[in-house]
């Protein structure tokens, strides 16, 4: 097993009971080998990007301690996802449950399935907000300081829930 790194994970949900999900996801992730919950921002809600006639979105941003390699830790997420009843219908269907692997320490990744950072998250303010929550001084590697990237997303609106 690796050395611990911090890894942060994207909660979303636009289906069901997003907070009752959201508490499942936090449960899963701190009884996982070798790794502890340390921090969970606030839940935010926001509008379904690239879609219509959605329910918005309740997001939120959690951070890890992990022992765990990315690909292990993608196949966890993977895995809590259809416990919390989510279903892939069709590209960007509504969810009950959606996990996505933001960052794992600074690795840079990319595979098929799997991209570290994630390769939208400077794009998103419903990824950023939460995330300059509960780390502000934190670097994303080849993007930058997540303060200086929420300029970016200013116009998006997101609003705690």
Known sequence: MSPPV?????????????????????QRLDAL???????????????PVGVVGQPDYINAVIELSTS????????????IEREGGRTRDFHMAPRTMDLDLLLHGEAIIDEPD??????????????????????PGLH???RGAVSDL???????????H
């Open 6 to 26: 911090r890894a942060f994970v994207a909660f979303g949900a636009n289906l069901g009971d997003p907070v009752a999900a959201f508490a499942l996801a936090l």
């Open 33 to 47: 080998p070798s790794t502890q919950v340390l921090a969970r921002s606030a839940l935010y809600r926001s509008a």
């Open 68 to 79: 765990l390699e990315a690909r292990v830790l993608l196949e966890a997420l993977l895995m």
């Open 114 to 135: 799997l991209q570290v950072p994630h390769p939208r998250m400077h794009l998103r303010a419903f990824t950023l907000v939460p995330l300059a929550e509960i780390a």
């Open 140 to 142: 994303i590697p080849r």
């Open 150 to 160: 929420l300029a970016g997303v200013a116009d998006q609106a997101i609003s705690r």
